[in-house]
């Protein structure tokens, strides 16, 4: 569990760098969310989780563009966040949220009535 300081940090990188995404150049037609940042303890490394919609878009591209990046959002970053030392930043892609929606998606199939789910009628035993 990282320290109270070391979550602070990383919540206001993921901030800066969502701004920065907000507002730079276009990521082929994507959707481009920074879902969460985790930082090492001595805070000199920070890996930013990003999730790419829709599910068709060029992921390899944006993550290519956005590694490209790092050293440009680095320094926006550290305009933006009065830190000793800007960590380096790595950029992952997180599907948490394609892998939750397809986990949904086999439980509803799952579950889903293939018949009526009318109860037997008095008198009936349903077998």
Request: glycine fraction near 8%; hydrophobic fraction near 40%.
């Amino acid at each position: 569990m990282p320290s109270i300081r070391v979550q602070k940090v990383a919540d206001l990188i993921r901030d800066e760098i969502a701004r920065w995404i907000t507002a730079s150049a276009d990521f082929h037609g994507a959707l481009v969310t920074v879902t969460f940042v985790s930082l090492t303890p001595d805070m000199r490394m920070a890996r930013v989780h990003v999730s790419i919609f829709p599910e068709g878009a060029p992921r390899a591209e944006v993550l290519d563009a956005l590694t490209k990046s790092a050293g440009r959002i680095r320094r926006e970053v550290g305009r933006g966040v009065r830190l000793r030392r800007v960590p380096e930043i790595e950029f992952h892609l997180d599907t948490t949220a394609e892998k939750a929606e397809r986990i949904e998606r086999l439980i509803r199939e799952g579950r889903a009535p293939e018949g009526p789910t009318e109860p037997p009628a008095d008198g009936e035993d349903g077998g």
